[in-house]
């Protein structure tokens, strides 16, 4: 089975890239992030003709996330629940499905804009309240992955310079310590656990030519519990994606999994 995350920051603009893609990537699970289109509005009709079924939640113009799947959707669940104060809430962040017997998690964290902002201290509220979530809702020994946009580095290998981000997001200390807490949980950073190297990023900002420049971070995580992880045979930072006429700033990541 391969599965694949791509923030597309915007599907509308960027439909016919994801349908290219699809058509040449070969993924059985795409999740979404930064659709930024309400669930009205999502081309359903246009995965379907690729043999594709979706789940997408979305509310407006911004934030947005979806999951589509060619193995399968069943028991779609969006948000941390009801009973959950979601700091982030009406922004459509997360969206649940089992896709081929496989527990998939497409999640857009908040950016956090500037550290010692309510917005900072709200992502990490907010990344508190997906491992919660994800621990009572799973256990370490189902197949769960989850994937998609983190807007943190886990490490500094993750950064092209450590001096450029100093006192940025993305890299501080307590957001890595959130990924850490979900990897103590029993998560397996799939893509650095197959390429240990530094210098391999899936973000790039559109500014001063920095995608030309080898100038980006690696922020879109496919993270998966052992019962997936030690089915991994393959993983691809798909720089294509970032290339060509208006891409997203962000590129696909996809994992191969030997899957029954």
Not at 111 to 119: D, H
Not at 234 to 249: E, L, T, Y
Request: aromatic fraction near 12%; charged fraction near 25%; hydrophobic fraction near 35%.
């Amino acid at each position: 089975m391969r599965i694949a995350t791509w923030n597309v920051n915007s599907l509308k603009a960027r439909l016919p890239r994801v349908e290219e893609w699809l058509g040449y990537a070969d993924a059985d699970v795409l999740c979404l992030q930064e659709t930024k289109l309400a669930d009205k509005n999502f081309p359903t009709m246009a995965f379907s003709a690729l043999g594709y079924d979706s789940a997408p939640h979305g509310n407006n113009q911004w934030n947005g996330v979806a999951i589509v799947s060619r193995v399968g959707i069943q028991g779609v669940t969006t948000g941390f629940g009801a009973d959950t104060v979601d700091p982030y809430e009406g922004d459509a962040r997360l969206v649940a499905a089992n896709c081929g017997g496989v527990n998939v998690i497409s999640v857009y964290v908040p950016n956090g804009r500037e550290v010692g902002t309510e917005f900072y201290e709200r992502k990490l509220v907010w990344l508190d309240l997906l491992h919660d979530w994800i621990t009572v809702t799973y256990s370490p020994t189902d197949p769960v992955v989850v994937l998609g946009d983190f807007n943190v580095a886990p490490d500094d290998r993750d950064v092209w310079s450590t001096k450029t981000f100093e006192g940025s997001t993305h890299v501080t200390e307590p957001e890595r310590e959130r990924i850490r807490k979900l990897e103590e949980w029993g998560f397996v950073d799939t893509f650095r656990s197959l390429y240990p190297d530094d210098k391999l990023y899936s973000y790039w900002d559109y500014r001063r030519g920095d995608f030309h420049q080898h100038r980006g971070m690696r922020i879109d995580l496919v993270l998966a519990t052992p019962a997936v992880a030690d089915h991994v045979t393959w993983s691809v930072i798909d720089r294509n994606g970032r290339k060509g006429k208006q891409p997203s700033d962000h590129t696909p990541v996809i994992i191969d999994i030997d899957w029954p």
